[in-house]
């Protein structure tokens, strides 16, 4: 038998950046969506967990062991193994949650096969802040690290999007330690359109000041007429938004004619 999940790329649609915690880390508030594309696992029960990784990005996960699909399947109880196939597609450190959505992938492949653990949340918590969201991959906002979730109005479900990145990874922990430490305030009330419309993502400055192609990239998403434009995470990726799917498909287009050592995705938002 052979199981295929999509870990579906994560974007923060709004970041706002509030107090530092007592542990050090910041008080976080997002809104958190989901693309209809990502990596893609394929599973089959083995004698033994094992995992190969395949697809573009591949080489940029050197270390199995460390990999949060390797660490996801050992931190759930299960009678048996998974073999796992990753294909990689989406860049690594690229504010896509990429080895967080890698993880809720394999949560809902073991739901799939065994059930989870009824403390399944925690679990995921430790392996990672957005693992969690990622779990379900459904716009949701996340509060504390990023963990502690409520439901949203997802008004825009179905939304075209385009992804683009630089090809540059940047660490989030650089990108918050150049944050400029100001609390601009809480994220706005009302459904997912009006939250990305009126929010803001607070590390955009200290990414560019780190990875000015950051900037080049939101410039050249604003010039396709896009409705809404941002960098997602701590970058480098950037978004998109549109109304119709040509313009997306059109802006995509353009994207690649005058950036083509640029990454890019083309989706739905979920």
Same mark, same amino acid.
């Given at each position: ?91 690594? +450190? =690229? &504010?896509?949650?990429?080895?967080? $959505?890698? *993880? ?5 492949? /073991?739901? @799939? ?83 990305? +419309? =009126? &929010?803001?993502?607070?590390?955009? $400055?200290? *990414? ?5 192609? /950051?900037? @080049? ?54």
């Amino acid at each position: 038998m052979r199981l295929n999940q999509t870990a579906y790329a994560k974007i923060n649609l709004a970041l706002h950046v509030r107090r530092r915690r007592e542990d050090g880390y910041h008080e976080l508030e997002t809104l958190f969506a989901f693309v209809d594309a990502g990596d893609r696992l394929t599973a089959r029960r083995s004698d033994r967990d094992e995992l190969i990784i395949v697809g573009e990005f591949a080489p940029q996960l050197a270390d199995p062991f460390g990999n949060l699909v390797s660490r996801a399947l050992t931190a759930l109880p299960r009678p048996d193994g998974l073999s796992i196939t990753l294909e990689k597609n989406l860049p690594v +450190a =690229a &504010g896509l949650g990429g080895g967080s $959505a890698d *993880a809720g992938a394999v949560f809902r492949l /073991v739901r @799939e096969t065994h059930g989870l653990p009824e403390d399944w949340r925690e679990r995921a918590a430790r392996l990672g802040a957005d693992v969690p969201a990622c779990v379900e991959s459904v716009a949701c906002i996340g509060r504390g690290t990023g963990t502690e979730l409520d439901p949203v109005d997802n008004d825009l479900a179905g939304r075209p999007v385009l992804l683009v990145n630089p090809r540059v990874p940047l660490a989030t922990g650089p990108v918050f330690a150049a944050w400029d430490g100001i609390d601009r305030g809480p994220l706005p009330d009302g459904p997912a359109s009006r939250i990305a +419309a =009126a &929010g803001r993502n607070d590390l955009e $400055a200290s *990414a560019i000041s780190l990875c000015p192609q /950051v900037g @080049e990239v939101l410039a050249a998403l604003r010039e396709t007429g896009a409705d809404l434009v941002r960098m997602s995470g701590s970058g480098a990726t950037c978004f998109a938004l549109f109304r119709r799917p040509d313009a997306m498909a059109e802006a995509g287009e353009r994207i690649a004619r005058e950036h083509p050592g640029w990454w890019r995705m083309e989706g739905k938002l979920r």
